[in-house]
């Protein structure tokens, strides 16, 4: 499913009547509410809609709205040693990303938690509507924990503990709305929702949840808590088996989308103001509301000249109107004629690049991570055999030496997968974020602290518990 249908206008009421000031539990404006707008699997399937117009945010400039994905690489690329601003120090708030100054009050980090939260919202609309959709439901069942598991991974990776919603809640509900909940329950209640969707879904969609989707995600859930190596290896190979392959051009993989590569990829589409984004016009010079963020910095450059092989022409590029900068060359939304990418849109703030949230290549290395199983290295050739597919595409030769250690796999991660909001979660679940991104923060004059590997919790939310919900250390 290419292009999403927008929601009914009664729907709209009931799913987004919710203000920035209380978005765990909107309440309807007019008559028309959840009791009475369910009434057959027709009208589940535009709330299940719903759940992925969350993720994929609205195209504005208004800090008010919800953006979704579209603000995903502040967060997980600018916080890394990945990317900065163009203009380092400049462009305000983006700013405390890269030099790990993020205040409370960011409105981008806002956003972020809204928005995942806005999504979780949508799916527990779905999951207490069920009951409409008759022999369909085990399906919407899983679509909807699959988008509530994501949201929530995203949330307990970036905050810590944070409270758990599971139902659609009232405004009274104060309680569930400002309780912090243990992260290893959060994780909990993350596997169990992906081990429902795996069990309830097929490989119908790339742009909807699917069960190699769920499986992949399910994978990197396990990757991260450390709980069960072996099954996240059982899960890549599932993956592995069912039809997936590398583009061998790795061009296509961005720019001919939904490609063989592409397991569960965020839609956009060109030139509709409805269903576009603006992040990939941010990451270029003087086009969207920034002067440019998300540029690359020396470091990803340097260990993509080295390593990257091929990827390295399709992943940076110079900078047309200033030369000694340099743009990432993923998601370009006005083209370039250099590389041979044609644009998606014909205004670059209006772009259709689509946002690849999890893709072969990704399985592949967790496949090996997942046999490494927290060691320092492997020898085993299955794995050795994955992380050779990911090198020979590049047009490297695999490991030479018969052993693939941690520091290789992880260099390997950051040139596969650079710009694709993998590099700082890469960083903790290695356990080296700490030591890389102090070293990063000296050498280019930042303040990165322990603390930093943490987000704040908005203090907009803080205020609205009245003091219920408590702080990140650090902040």
Not at 157 to 169: A, Y
Not at 260 to 271: L, M, P, R, S, T
Not at 420 to 427: G, I, P, W, Y
């Amino acid at each position: 499913m290419k292009k999403y249908i927008k929601i009914s206008t009664v729907l709209l009421v009931v799913l987004l009547a919710s203000s920035c000031e209380d978005f765990l539990s909107p309440e309807p404006v007019s008559v028309s509410n959840a009791e009475t707008f369910f009434e057959s699997e027709a009208d589940l399937e535009l709330a299940a809609i719903a759940m992925y117009d969350a993720m994929q945010g609205i195209n504005s400039t208004s800090t008010n709205d919800n953006h979704g994905a579209q603000v995903d690489f502040y967060v997980q690329e600018m916080l890394s040693d990945n990317t900065r601003s163009k203009n380092v120090g400049g462009e305000g708030e983006s700013a405390q990303f890269e030099s790990f100054n993020v205040t409370a009050t960011n409105g981008i980090v806002d956003d972020y938690y809204r928005s995942n939260y806005q999504s979780i919202y949508r799916a527990n609309v779905v999951l207490e509507n069920l009951g409409v959709a008759g022999s369909a439901a085990s399906r919407f069942e899983a679509e909807a924990k699959f988008v509530r598991a994501y949201a929530y991974f995203n949330l307990v990776r970036s905050f810590g503990d944070v409270p758990l919603v599971t139902s659609v809640i009232g405004i009274a509900d104060t309680a569930i709305q400002f309780t912090r909940v243990d992260s290893d329950l959060i994780y909990d209640v993350i596997i169990d929702d992906l081990t429902t969707a795996v069990a309830g879904l097929d490989n119908t969609y790339k742009t909807r949840a699917s069960k190699a989707a769920a499986q992949a995600l399910l994978a990197k859930v396990y990757l991260t808590t450390g709980t069960n190596y072996g099954l996240a290896q059982t899960l890549c190979e599932s993956v592995m088996g069912a039809g997936f392959v590398l583009e061998p051009n790795f061009k296509d993989v961005f720019y001919s989308e939904l490609n063989n590569e592409i397991i569960f990829a965020i839609d956009y589409v060109g030139d509709s103001s409805a269903d576009s984004q603006n992040f990939s016009a941010e990451w270029l010079n003087a086009v969207g509301r920034t002067a440019g963020v998300n540029y690359t910095t020396q470091e990803v450059r340097d260990a993509l000249d080295a390593l990257g092989g091929d990827r390295t022409l399709y992943s940076y590029r110079q900078d047309p109107l200033l030369l000694s900068q340099f743009q990432v060359a993923k998601f370009i939304p006005n083209g370039d004629d250099t590389l041979g990418i044609a644009a998606t849109s014909s205004n670059p703030t209006l772009a259709g690049n689509d946002l690849i949230v999890l893709r072969y290549a990704d399985v592949l290395l967790m496949h090996v991570e997942a046999i490494m199983a927290g060691q320092q290295s492997t020898t085993a050739q299955a794995a050795l055999d994955s992380f050779e597919e990911v090198r020979l595409r590049a047009g490297l030769v695999g490991d030479a030496d018969g052993t693939i250690t941690k520091q290789e796999l992880l260099d390997e991660r950051r040139v596969e997968l650079a710009f694709e909001n993998q590099r700082f979660f890469d960083l903790v679940r290695f356990n080296v974020a700490q030591d890389v991104l102090s070293a990063f923060s000296d050498n280019n004059g930042y303040n990165f602290s322990v603390s930093d590997l943490l987000l704040p919790i908005p203090q907009r939310e803080i205020n609205l518990s009245q003091g219920a919900l408590g702080q990140n250390p650090g902040y």
